[in-house]
Structures are given as C-alpha cells and as structure tokens.
C-alpha cells in the first residue's frame, strides 16, 4: 500500500517568514495529493491540493509544488501569520483511498 | 455541498460497554465511507472502508469483530466500538468521497471524541 513520508514533525517560525513542509510518498499510481490544517478537535479541512499531471499550483499565501518523478510534493506558505499555526498534514490518494503523513506542528510566532 | 454529519460530537463511557458513531451524508448519496482513527498527536489511521450494500473492508490490525461497520442506506454510515476499553479512547472521523470529483476529493465529518473510563 501507500506510503507518506512527512517532514518536519514540528516547524517553527517568524511571523512573516515562509513555512515549508515535504512530504514523499511510494506509490507511483497516486494521483491526487491534498493538503490539510487541523486545529485540536476539528476535522480536517483542505487548504489546497495538487493533481499528478500538475506541477505546481498557487493559491494566494499558499503553494503546493509535485515532483511525479521523485515522487515527492511540498506545501509553501508565504508570509505566515500566528492564524496559520496549525497541525498540517499531506495526504496521497489512488484508487479513492487517502494516505496521511504523520503530521507537521507549525507555530508560528508573533 | 457534500456535507457529512457525525454524531456524537463527544461520548464518555464505560469500560466494557459499545458505543456507535453515525454518519450521515446530508446532501449526496455516500456509496463509499471511510473511518479514520487519531490518536492524540497522530495521524489519521484508517481503519476500514464501507461500501452501501456490502461487508466493511477493514485495514490490517483492526478487529473487525470489535469495530463493527454497518453501511445500510446511502446516506447513513455507523461504527460500532464493541466492548469499549480504555486503549479504545480516541478521535474517530468518518469521511467520503465527494461524488462528481472522480477521486479528487473527500469530505469529513466533524469527528467523535471517545472517552472509555
């Protein structure tokens, strides 16, 4: 089965810096790769996603880059704000199943 | 649109009762439904996958004789905690595919929060 990969486990920076989080995954047959926040007790909500004949998709503060050959995506959020910290997680998805990364703490300090 | 509601928000129970979980798609025919287990500071761990109609598939490691699935309808999905033990204490989220995005989406509900003393 699928396999993700996700670092850093914990992220902290500047208000107005950029975040980056990585995430790899194993199988080459995954074609849908999105993005969520997660606030303690809440159900995830997506903040962006990435399809696999796509290599780059931006959406105001926040970008997702996919690399189908390295078989690796990564989120970029631009000019942080302490609203953004959050538990992110990636995900990879074929066949109608998704396969969570084991999550990144991102504080974002004022 | 694609709007999934779970219930209970919360539950606290006793070591050695069942508990069930249902979810319900309020706007859309759920044929398939996903739950998902996570442990503080984890994951979300599939557990199994429902099918309306049909007999749960369930991940490896997960009893299936404990966490019973039922997908009767369309729009409701239960999970059953059978014989809760404190281990079992954990936040259970269901989700589905949203219909018309051919893979390229899922919706949650908002989570249950299982407390067994």
Known sequence: ?????QHPSTLSVQE???????????DSASNY?????QELGKRPQLIIDIRSNVGEKKDQRI?????????HFSLHITETQP?????YFC?????????FGKGTKLSVIP | GAVVSQHPSWVICKSGTSV???CRSLDFQATTMFWYRQFPKQSLMLMATSNEGSKATYEQGVEKDKFLINHASLTLSTLTVTSAHPEDSSFYICSAPIPGTG??????????RLTVV
């Open chain 1, 91 to 99: 995900a990879a998805s074929g066949s109608y199943q998704l396969t």
């Open chain 1, 33 to 37: 790769f999105p993005w969520y926040k």
């Open chain 2, 20 to 22: 069930k979980i249902e």
């Open chain 1, 83 to 87: 609203e953004d910290s959050a538990v």
């Open chain 1, 63 to 71: 970008a997702v880059t996919l690399n189908k050959t390295a078989k």
């Open chain 2, 103 to 112: 893979g390229y989406g899922y919706t949650f509900g908002s989570g249950t």
């Open chain 1, 16 to 26: 107005g810096d950029s975040a980056v989080i990585k995430c790899t995954y194993s």
């Open chain 1, 1 to 5: 089965g699928e396999n993700v990969e």
